[in-house]
Antibody, heavy 121, light 107 residues
Framework: EVQLVESGGGVVRPGGSLTLSCVAS????????MSWVRQLPGKGLEWVTG????????GYVDSVKGRFSISRDNTKNSLSLQMNSLRAEDTALYYC??????????????WGQGTLVTVSS | DIQMTQSPSSLSASVGDRVTITCRAS??????LNWYLQKPGKAPKRLIY???SLQSGVPSRFSGSGSGTEFTFTISSLQPEDFATYYC?????????FGGGTKVEIK
């Protein structure tokens, strides 16, 4: 059974930083792209970033480019999202998701339960 | 960015009803489209991939069709557990983009 468990969410002040983590199990982690998708409170879904199976390439939505950085450690079946210069509009539930395939833009197939990030002074 | 226009944004239906949701892409995306279901407080779940392929374990009352710019998601006979919000997602072109969602409520 595919399992994705996120952690690291919390309350942070505008301009602050936070690192989200996701630990995967139940599949061969190194075979699949991974991504982060967020959901603003009471709103729809927004794909934020994705990383190729080997970590060799990644993409970001324009609103986070230059502020967020995705990485993975295939030896530890883990995915990270480093978030810097956080803004109020980054407040959301962040989901870790496994892709359908290995390319960094692979659509999410399985999702974690999410970790909540609140940016507030 | 490709805009995904999903309609309706909400609908009311009864158990046993046939329900249809539409997603329109602002440019052609071949069949690179998924459909997801999300229940309150839960993570999304993929139901349909590649526009018309049913996810393993998903009931056959769910189906999808379309290619290019017009896509349809259908529930042939609505069940009580199907009341939820549904989203389409295009993965043809970076960045991936979701439709705005359709909330299916009990009439």
């Amino acid at each position: 059974e595919v399992q994705l468990v996120e952690s690291g969410g919390g309350v942070v002040r505008p301009g602050g930083s936070l690192t989200l983590s996701c630990v995967a199990s139940g599949f061969t982690f190194e075979d699949y792209a991974m991504s982060w998708v967020r959901q603003l409170p009471g709103k729809g879904l927004e794909w934020v970033t994705g990383i190729k199976w080997n970590g060799g390439d990644a993409g970001y939505v324009d609103s986070v480019k230059g502020r967020f950085s995705i990485s993975r450690d295939n030896t530890k079946n883990s995915l990270s999202l480093q978030m810097n210069s956080l803004r109020a509009e980054d407040t959301a539930l962040y989901y870790c998701a496994r892709g359908q395939s290995g390319g960094w833009s692979s659509a999410p197939e399985y999702w974690g339960q999410g970790t909540l990030v609140t940016v507030s002074s | 960015d490709i805009q995904m226009t999903q309609s309706p944004s909400s609908l009311s239906a009864s158990v046993g009803d046939r329900v249809t949701i539409t997603c329109r892409a602002s440019q052609g995306i071949r069949n690179d489209l998924n459909w997801y279901l999300q229940k309150p407080g839960k993570a999304p779940k993929r139901l349909i991939y590649a526009a018309s392929s049913l996810q393993s374990g998903v009931p056959s009352r769910f189906s999808g069709s379309g290619s290019g710019t017009e896509f349809t998601f259908t529930i042939s006979s609505l069940q009580p557990e199907d009341f939820a919000t549904y989203y389409c997602l295009q993965y043809n072109t970076f960045p991936l983009t979701f439709g705005g969602g359709t909330k299916v409520e009990i009439k």
